[in-house]
């Protein structure tokens, strides 16, 4: 066999990669967010206190491997992210209000007054756009492996014209765009541009991306705290959401099947990292019962990756199901090498960089951390 | 109303938005550190103070760039999603440059912001001056990516078959008809601006050649250049104004001192930049040039006009001051080169002259004020005079201090409105980039409505920042921050200090 990768292999994987570590972190910060939103108890300001600890110094980071993401799709495979700003116009642009509220009020709340009001204010808006934000990537993940955007082939056979199964499309300057239509009714709006979102298995892979954010961030919190009452309170909630995001990931399994078949049957294909998903969701509870935090936390890192791995093993070689794939999108070749090396020269750079910020806040003992950025934030 | 407007009114509104943040990314850092060194060198505990709440100016500002930036890299897609799929892998290779910057920029924020006391201060300091260089390098990139779009080089376009090439014989291909596939070279499609087909296909595409365009370069020394003189006379004018409430505040004197060096030395270089990058535009996109200054007729020693209403119906310009012969030697150097007007090319392709003719002037006025604000800070320096002995001066320092924000947002429209109606200059026209999707009026005031909101409140926590600014008078050497925590009733600059009598120093010029 042969196991040489192409440049677009490549460069899917590496989208890949810049996905997890945002889904890891970037992710766990929209957990943090909602784990603000459901705050609750005598110890409900202690447990914002270390939630906006533990997000503040990295966040920002952790948010740029989402930007990567979309330079990579856009220069690498331009096709696709041609067609998914379109069909997904509506989507992508709640999820940009989400990330511009949840960041701006993230930041506002730490550097305005210190009053509470003024502080439940900006709590309020962080936590609530922490929570809708990841609802809507999930939805985005979910359309495009629902097979439900059908793409042409456009005017001069590169550029794409999507259309729908009924004929219903919208005339765009180079092709026209659609969505499969269920035999649904509605506006030709409504079916190409609200119709393929409003489902019930992209809205249920929504949900699935909020659960998992929301176990992670919990399980990552019993780590960031020495007071020993929020921690349990954090271990209570990781070992909730973890059961939810279980039943969720059920649910999406079983809508799978019938709102998306084709990616179905791919996944089921993909089951050995199904299988290194369960038996890490096992390993991180077992040590959330038995408070070996910091291995809860390795844990859970590993399910949610292998759960996303899995996902994009089944989607591979899929962009956007069932039309736009990473051949039929690819960038000349020597712009997909360029994009390698520099992503070669980046990592080389990244990398340590980005250990170095995490030993300063993430690795070190605890107690120090938090007063010296108390102290660093003090007026 | 007209989708392709909306999505022009919201690419506009976004960039215009993003770029305040954006140009304070890039300047600040810079004095942040230059305040840091100069505490690590003197011992004055001013400048770490001034650093110190920089740094937290930085930390607000930063983080509504970073995600207004997000919003722009998506609204590529979302509203220009055939210029993306045409020219993303053309153009892409600095974008995904500008995304490895903007992380190492995130990342040492992240420790400069937090780590003051987590971090030895010599890999502090280190981590701010990479936060100043990654926040230089993002600026380089994007500039690049935007001189692409005036000057498209690094591929070719290969037209569909039964395409008919119409051109004068002389520009690099033969005339009339030719046999299939036809290879255009970019460049005789600017050079012939009559000419659309957004159908043709790229080919031969280099993405070196394309990041490293004619107009790249100019544009991003102007752009940065732009970036550290607003930035620094920004902040020149908030402590100017607060020296002129409380002239013996050491705090608002390093920091006005600091920001007055930087800001001078950048608005004095920046006419020359300027003037690099108006003969690039001269030779590459002779309609744009023509559109800075309303110029309709062709002529020999064209002159430079300051001020002036166009009236396009008419084709002339109303109550402008001629300044003979300047425009030829300002484009061409030399005083009696033809400049083509706008006559020479069909109407279609003009931009909107107004618009473009007005920011024209109210950027190189606002940068000539800078320039000239700075060079009287000069002689005040040479000769040793107290500046803060000047009013006049410190209140001319306070009205500069949008100034250099006013010429970024209308140069920013004369080079983008000045484009149109090309996206893709002579290659791709803006109207051919849109999204299909309709409605594009929703989106526009939603994304306006929530960023003027953030506007209000950015302005407001900058000013209690500033409003929280040390009382620190000569003779007491140390920095006393406000009572902590500030208690939000304490009426702002209220002194802290015992009351005793502060003799005041007759000479600190320099400081």
């Given amino acids: 066999m042969n196991f040489s990768l192409s440049p677009e292999e490549i460069l899917g994987g590496a989208m890949i990669v810049a996905a997890t570590f945002y889904a890891l972190m970037g992710g766990a910060d929209y957990g943090g967010g909602v784990w603000d939103l459901l705050a609750f108890g005598s110890r409900a300001k202690q447990q914002r206190e270390t939630i906006a600890e533990a997000i503040g110094p990295i966040w920002e980071a952790n948010h740029v491997w989402l930007i990567l993401v979309i330079v990579i799709l856009f220069t690498c495979f331009p096709r696709a992210f041609s067609a998914i700003s379109i069909v997904l116009h509506i989507p992508l642009s709640l999820l940009l209000i989400g990330i511009i509220m949840r960041g701006s009020a993230f930041t506002f709340r730490t550097y305005d007054s210190h009053k509470d009001n003024v502080q439940r204010f900006w709590g309020r808006i962080f936590a609530i756009s922490s929570t809708i934000t990841p609802i809507l990537l999930g939805i985005i993940i979910g359309v495009i492996s629902s097979g439900d955007i059908i793409v042409g082939p456009g005017v001069d056979g590169t550029s794409g014209g999507v259309g729908t199964s009924s004929g219903i499309g919208t005339s765009g300057g180079i092709g026209t765009i659609g969505a499969v239509s269920d035999g649904f009714g509605g506006s030709p709006f409504y079916n190409v541009y609200v119709q393929p979102w409003i489902q019930p298995f992209p809205i249920a892979v929504g949900f699935l991306a909020l659960s998992l954010f929301a176990y992670l961030a919990a399980v990552y919190l019993t780590n960031d705290t020495k007071d020993l009452e929020v921690q349990n309170d954090f271990r209570r909630r990781a070992i909730v959401s973890f059961f939810v995001s279980g039943a969720i990931a059920g649910g999406v399994f079983v809508l799978a099947k019938t709102e998306a078949p084709e990616g179905f049957q791919d996944l089921v294909n993909a089951f050995p990292i199904h299988i290194g998903a369960a038996i890490s969701a096992v390993g991180s509870l077992v040590c959330l019962f038995k408070r070996h935090f910091r291995l809860a936390r390795l844990f859970a890192a590993m399910q949610v990756s292998m759960i996303l791995w899995g996902w994009a093993l089944g989607q591979y070689p899929y962009l956007l199901r069932p039309d736009l794939t990473i051949r039929n999108c690819a960038a000349n070749p020597l712009t997909l090498n360029l994009v390698i090396a520099a992503l070669v020269v980046g990592a080389v750079l990244l990398f340590p960089s980005f250990y170095y910020l995490m030993r300063i806040f993430k690795l070190t003992e605890k107690r120090d951390t938090k007063e010296a950025v108390a102290d660093s934030l003090s007026p | ?511």
């Fill in chain 2, 1 to 511: 109303m007209d989708d392709l407007f909306m999505a022009r009114c919201q690419m506009g509104m976004s960039l215009a938005f993003h770029i305040v943040f954006a140009a304070i990314g890039i300047g600040l850092p810079l004095m942040m550190c230059i305040a840091e060194w100069l505490w690590l060198r003197t011992g004055d505990d001013v400048y770490h103070e001034l650093a110190k709440r920089w740094s937290k100016i930085a930390a607000i500002l930063f983080a509504v760039g970073a995600v207004s930036g997000t919003v722009l890299s998506f609204e590529l897609g979302l509203l220009w999603p055939h210029f993306m799929e045409w020219s993303g892998e053309i153009i892409g290779l600095p974008f995904a440059l500008e995304g490895f910057a903007f992380f190492t920029e995130a990342i040492f924020l992240g420790i400069y912001l937090y780590g003051w006391n987590l971090v030895p201060r010599a890999v502090h300091l280190a981590s701010g001056v990479l936060v100043a260089i990654s926040g230089l390098l993002s600026g380089l990139f994007v500039v690049l990516a935007n001189g692409w779009m005036n000057t498209p080089t690094g591929f070719k376009i290969q037209m569909p078959s039964g395409f008919k090439v119409h051109m004068p014989v002389g520009v690099g291909l033969p005339g009339g008809a030719a046999s299939n596939p036809i290879i255009v070279d970019p460049i005789t499609l600017v050079a012939n601006p009559d000419f659309n087909n957004p159908l043709g296909k790229p080919v031969a595409i280099d993405p070196v050649a394309a990041m490293f365009n004619p107009a790249g370069i100019p544009e991003a020394v102007h752009m940065l250049i732009a970036c550290y003189a607003a930035t620094a006379f920004m902040f020149a004018g908030i402590h100017a104004y607060c020296l002129l409430k409380d002239k013996r505040n050491v705090f608002h004197r390093r920091a006005m001192a600091l920001s007055l060096v930087v800001g001078a030395v950048m608005a004095i270089v920046q006419p020359l930049t300027g003037d690099v990058l108006a003969k690039m535009v001269a030779e590459r996109q002779p309609v744009k040039l023509a559109a800075f200054e309303s110029l309709f007729d062709t002529k020999e020693g064209a002159p430079l006009l300051i001020g002036g209403v166009p009236d396009v119906a008419n084709e002339k310009v109303n109550f402008a001051i001629e300044v003979p012969h300047a425009l030829s030697f300002l484009a061409y150097s030399d005083f009696n080169a033809k400049v083509k007007g706008l006559k020479e090319f069909p109407k279609e392709l003009w931009p909107n002259i107004p618009i473009v003719h007005y920011c024209f002037q109210i950027m190189v006025a606002s940068g000539m004020i800078m320039s000239l604000v700075s060079l009287w800070a000069g002689v005040h320096y040479v000769r040793r005079r107290n500046m803060l002995d000047s009013k006049a001066f410190l209140w001319a320092l306070t009205a500069c201090a949008p100034l250099g924000f006013i010429a970024i947002e209308t140069g920013w429209m004369v080079t983008e409105v000045g484009r149109q109606p090309w996206v893709i200059q002579g290659v791709m026209r803006t109207k051919d980039a849109v999204t299909p999707m309709p409605g594009l009026a929703v989106p526009f005031f939603t994304f306006t409505g929530l960023y003027l909101f953030l506007a209000v409140i950015v302005v407001w926590l900058v000013y209690r920042q500033v409003a929280k600014s040390p009382v620190v008078h000569e003779s007491l050497g140390e920095p006393v921050p406000p009572s902590e925590p500030v208690s939000e009733d304490r009426s702002e600059g209220e002194p802290i200090l015992p009351s005793e009598p502060v003799p005041e120093k007759p000479s600190e010029g320099e400081s």
